[in-house]
């Protein structure tokens, strides 16, 4: 009888030690489950704040500094729509000496039509875009209108949303009907 209960002993300890086994592993398991659903909540706040950046929002504001710079009745107007809309390195590359803003007595007035974008995201923060518009222009009476290609850098600043980080002036096309 002795070795019948010596038997039952081992087998309980052996189930004994096989329950603990299984509940060292549920909860190792439940340990890694709350772990993966932390990592899962955390990827899916990233993601939300990465599909918050809508490249259509690049492309409106593309449009709008576009049409504010190019747009215009005086250069003081010009310069002050634009503001909002840049960084301080994209406001300063929009001034003709690099340094100030012009300030001119004359009549200048401008006209932007036709806006044709090209753009070419090289990252989730940064576009480029290649802007071709016809733009008239009337300097003390003398209109001139042509076709001019822009360059545009625009970065995703948090909390500010997309903003123009440099203009670059690429040139006109000529052999091209204006009308």
């Known amino acids: 009888m002795e070795s019948r209960q010596k038997k039952h002993y081992v087998l309980l300890m052996i ?23 932390a ?12 599909s918050s950046i809508q490249n259509t929002d690049a492309l409106e504001v593309n449009r709008k500094f576009l049409n ?4 215009y009745q005086t250069t003081t107007e010009r310069y ?4 909002p809309l840049m960084t301080d390195q994209g406001y300063k ?5 690099g340094t100030e803003l012009p300030n001119s007595e004359q009549s200048v ?4 039509t036709g806006l044709k974008a090209y753009e070419y995201q090289s990252s989730k923060t940064e576009f480029e875009f290649f802007n071709e518009f ?9 209109s001139n209108t042509e076709t001019v290609i822009v360059k545009t850098f625009l970065i ?21 009907s204006t009308s």
């Open 80 to 83: 002050e729509k634009i503001k």
């Open 68 to 71: 504010s710079f190019f747009t």
């Open 134 to 142: 016809k733009l008239s222009t009337e300097y003390n009476n003398v």
């Open 39 to 50: 990592n899962q909540n955390n990827y899916e706040e990233k993601i939300a704040t990465l």
């Open 93 to 97: 590359a929009t001034h003709p000496s």
């Open 15 to 37: 189930g004994f030690f096989a329950a603990l086994v299984v509940v060292m592993y549920v909860f190792s398991l439940r340990s890694q489950l709350q772990e993966v659903r």
């Open 109 to 112: 007035k401008s006209l932007m």
């Open 156 to 176: 995703h600043v948090k909390q500010q949303g997309w903003k123009i980080d440099d203009v670059e002036f690429v040139g006109e096309l000529t052999g091209r």
